[in-house]
């Protein structure tokens, strides 16, 4: 599938619990469907993001690693 | 910028669904020590990031990090003023409950937070209201310890008693800290 990411979130070298609670703060200005690339350096992102997105219903929609910068697509989600 | 992706790496209930099946937080911030201030606002902001409805009741020692930084003293009876003076309200002044050292353990402390990018308790307790969660101030200990509505920050709940608490504990996750 094809999306476009509508905001790009950098929380590069912030700790637990920054990088969800900024993610979450941008994604209450999203609507559904929309997507936000956030950037971070928390290791503890990796599993974080997991449980947020199974608690929240926001899909990850791809997680990449480049040189200790981690980067996750989040969708909203609900109803468009 | 528009990608393509393959299909969602984590399987989600819808979002209506997902908030509602996940009960909410209360905390009862009973200590007014650093560390504990700092794990309940932590846990706070972060239950509130994940959908969550979060409660804080603010009691006793607790209590005090809800008061203004630039209060001084505060109380009306000699007693009152004296126990602000020894131990002084707001966020900036918690102390640890360990290696405490007259307040020179905190101030590393928070040095070391700052240099391994952790937000402090002020940065948290901001985000916090932005996000939502409710700060009930205990109103029996406003009392005792002679605190007004004024000495307290803006933006809590109106101040209530263990009633209030405990109906906000009914059917959620309870954290006694």
């Known amino acids: 599938m094809t999306i476009t990411i509508t905001r790009t979130l950098d929380v590069k070298g912030f700790a637990c619990p920054i990088p969800i609670v900024r993610t979450a703060q941008a994604m209450k200005q999203l609507a559904p469907g929309d997507v936000v690339e956030v950037l971070a350096t928390d290791p503890g992102s990796v599993k974080d993001f997991a449980a947020w997105s199974k608690t929240t219903g926001n899909p990850i929609l791809e997680q990449t690693q480049e040189g200790g910068v981690l980067r996750f697509l989040l969708q909203k989600g609900g109803r468009r | ?177």
Request: aromatic letters at 6%; proline letters at 5%; hydrophobic letters at 45%.
């Open chain 2, 1 to 177: 910028m528009t990608i393509t992706v393959d299909r969602p790496i984590t399987e989600t209930a819808p979002a209506e669904e997902a908030t509602k099946a996940t009960g909410g937080l209360t905390i009862f911030c009973l200590s007014g020590d650093l560390e504990r201030v700092w794990a309940t606002l932590i846990l706070s902001t972060t239950a509130a990031a994940l959908g969550k409805p979060v409660t804080v009741f603010f009691t006793f020692w607790g209590l005090f990090p809800l008061v203004k930084n630039d209060r001084g003293i505060t109380g009306e009876m000699w007693m009152q003023k004296m126990l602000s003076f020894m131990n002084r309200g707001g966020t900036s002044h918690l102390p640890l409950s360990k290696l405490n050292f007259l307040g020179a353990g905190p101030a590393m402390m928070r040095s070391l937070a700052k240099g391994h990018h952790v937000a402090s308790p002020e940065e948290l307790l901001a985000l916090a209201q932005d996000l939502g969660v409710k700060l009930v101030p205990c109103q029996m200990t406003m009392d005792l310890m002679g605190l007004k509505r004024d000495d307290l920050i803006e933006g809590t709940e109106e101040p209530a008693g263990a009633a209030t608490a405990l109906a906000a504990a009914e059917g959620a996750t309870t954290l006694f800290v």
